[in-house]
Each structure stands twice: as C-alpha cells, then as structure tokens.
C-alpha cells in the first residue's frame, strides 16, 4: 500500500477506527501501559514495536479483551469495548503458535468459527472457500495441520482468523517460527491479504524490519509509552529521540556541544577532531547538548580527503561483510568509533579497503539528524 496515497493520520476528518484515551494498565505496583494516546485508522497495517517488556503486547490483549485498562478508555468505531466480552467483539487474534486443532483438517480448522456462530452450511462452505483462495491453499483443504509446512500453517491460522470478517485483526509475533527467508516472503503475502480485505491489522513484532516491511505506521515503545508514531521512512529518517535512532536499524550517535547556531548548527564533540556540521529540524542553543545521529550509509569511505561539510580521518578497526555490503568500523585517533557503510559493487579481490588501512569518512550537513535527546 503506498504510503503517499493512504494516509488517513493527515487528515483532521478521518475517524480512527481504534483510540487509546489515556490508557494505563497496572499489575499490582508494576505500570505496563503509562497514561498512552494514540489513534489507529481503519484500513492500517499498524506496528507495535519494542523490546520485550515494553507493553506492546499488553496493548493487543487489552484490544482483544483479555485485560481492561486500570484507567482511560479504549473506543473501537468509538464505542468504548471494555464491557464487550473478547467473543463477543469485532476483533480477532492470531497467536504466535497458530493454535490450529490437530484432528482438524485446514478446511475444519477454517470452519471452526463460522460454525460456531451456526452460519447456514452453504455460507460456510464459501466462505471456507474464499479464505483458502486467498491464502492459496485450496489444494491442502483435506489435510491437517501436522501434513504442511510451518509456512502453510501460518496462512491457515491467517485464513482462520479473517474468516469472520473481523474490522480489526491482531498478530502477536507471527512470523516469529518461520526462518529468515520464508519470513521474508510471508511479510509480502501478509500485505497483499491486508490490501485485499481492507481489513485493519495491528501487529506486535521486536523485528525491526519486519515493522519496516509491512506497516503503514509503526509505534517505538519503551516502558509503557510510545516514544514516537510515524510511517516507516520517517522514523528511519528523522527519529524523535536517540532511543527511536538507537533502536532502528543501525546508526552513529555522536555526542556534543553547540558551539553556533542558526540555519546550520556547528558541534564541538571531540578533542582534536573538526567541529561536526549540520542542519536543525528544531531550535537549539548555544552550549547546549546536542546528540547526532548518522546512519553508517550516510557516511563515505574514501582514501582521499572528501569534499563534504564533514571529514575525518581515521584507522579501519573492523569489517562486517554482508554480501551486499559491508560495514567498516572506523577508529579515531581519540578512540571514537564511527561506522561507514558501502555497496560490494566490485568482487572481494577487488576492494578498496582492508583492516588497519587509514581512510577518510566524510558525509554533508544534511545527512543526519541533530537530536536534544
């Protein structure tokens, strides 16, 4: 789905489907969920990112209606669902472990639900029918779950899930037993499902770019809050905070001083070392700490001085080879250590660049991101 063209957030008459209205969540004296905010729109492919025990998937049971929030309300097509019982709600919820029955075949598995609101037979049998082509598994309908692959597991509990038609559809760490590669091509079918459906997904993930992937927008949590909601790019981009920079993706943060401000904010960091250079997104004053954040593709590599805003020089201390790329570890003469990244474009007894080789990084005034904190 392209962002630029689905972005209800941006605008003020867009109705979210989901609102978190000052939700905190206690158990006992420990806070999971503190005082948190946010919309979630219809038609999103929503991401709750963060490390364990942020209270990303305490958010999801609360959606789902396996806990009630201690204070604050949680509207869903702004009805408050806290008196609605979890099977009783517009929601449904796909585990980690799948929870398909054994004994069932994957046309039974599917079933399961619809049978249980005693749909007519034949509405079950096309509705049935519907989901196992939009998972493509049609030609698996008569075998159970233990005769198909971890893969075609997930896509039932997938088709099993939206067979309801629920508004809202909840994944706690789905892809999380499936190995890198399948993973990887599971995201694009989650997408392209969400897309035909229209129906609402909010998934829990730590993957990072798994979030990047497949979200429309993605929450960073920490400790119960959320540090910053914005699309993918934006929070790769220009992170709110260190914490948001720090957590996605890989990144240099250099901390400073301001030594002038005004449409290009210099940096006093290191002894010895050229003042940094670059363009603030917010205002700071002179003197104050300033935290720069620079992504390690950002940052040249190079045996000559380069002419950009910033140069330094330093010693290769280590190489990361990744096929693609390769990450180059550059030490300091203060001992600092900044990461460079380049394209393997050349075959290995090609490259430029070996351990303890003296470079030069150089990067622009725009290339990363001025933070207060």
Same mark, same amino acid.
């Not at 003020?12 to 946010?38: C, M």
């Given at each position: ?51 364990s025990g942020c209270g990303k998937t305490t958010m999801m049971r609360m ?14 097509? +702004? !009805?408050? %669902?806290?008196?609605?019982? /979890? ?11 799948? *929870?398909? &029955? ?121 400790? +119960? !809050?959320? %540090?910053?909601?914005?699309? /993918? ?11 948001? *920079?720090? &957590? ?126």
């Open positions: 789905m392209a962002i630029d063209e689905f972005a209800p957030w941006e605008d003020p008459e867009a109705k979210p489907i989901i609102q978190f209205k000052n939700v905190t969540k206690r158990f006992g004296d420990f806070v999971a969920i503190d005082d948190l905010t946010v919309d979630i729109y219809e038609k999103e492919f929503f991401a709750l990112l963060g490390p959606l789902a209606g396996f806990e009630t929030p201690t204070e604050g309300t949680i509207l869903l097509s +702004g !009805k408050d %669902i806290a008196p609605v019982p /979890p099977n009783k709600r517009a929601v449904n919820m796909m585990f980690q472990s799948y *929870a398909l &029955f054994p004994h069932l075949s994957i046309w039974d598995n599917i079933a399961f639900g619809l049978r249980r609101d005693n749909l007519p037979k034949n509405d079950v049998k096309d509705r049935v029918e519907e989901m196992l082509r939009l998972t493509r598994m049609e030609k698996f309908a008569r075998r159970k779950p233990h005769q198909v692959s971890g893969g075609q597991r997930q896509r039932v509990a997938l088709a099993r899930s939206l067979a309801k038609a629920p508004k809202l559809l909840l994944l706690d760490e789905p892809l999380g037993a499936l190995d890198k590669k399948l993973r990887q091509d599971t995201q694009f079918e989650l997408m392209d499902i969400q897309e035909k459906t229209g129906t609402t997904f909010v998934i829990v993930t730590h993957d990072q770019e798994e979030a990047m992937t497949v979200a429309s927008r993605i929450a960073v949590m920490d400790n +119960g !809050k959320i %540090i910053q909601v914005s699309t /993918p790019d934006a929070i790769y981009e220009t992170p709110n905070s260190t914490y948001v *920079a720090d &957590f996605i993706g890989e990144v240099n943060i250099i901390e400073g001083k301001a030594t002038s401000v005004g449409e290009k904010l210099s940096m006093a960091w290191a002894e010895g070392q050229p003042e940094i250079v670059g363009t603030p997104t917010t205002e700071f004053e002179k003197g104050q700490s300033v935290h720069f954040a620079i992504r390690p593709e950002k940052v040249s590599i190079s045996a000559e001085k380069p002419e950009t805003a910033n140069a330094v020089q330093g010693k290769i201390l280590d190489i990361a080879y990744l096929g693609n790329i390769s990450t180059y570890h550059v030490e300091l003469p203060g001992g600092q250590i900044i990461k460079a990244q380049a394209a393997n474009n050349r075959r290995l007894s090609r490259r430029s660049f070996t351990w303890e080789d003296n470079v030069w990084l150089g990067w622009t005034d725009t290339a990363g991101v001025l933070l207060g904190r």
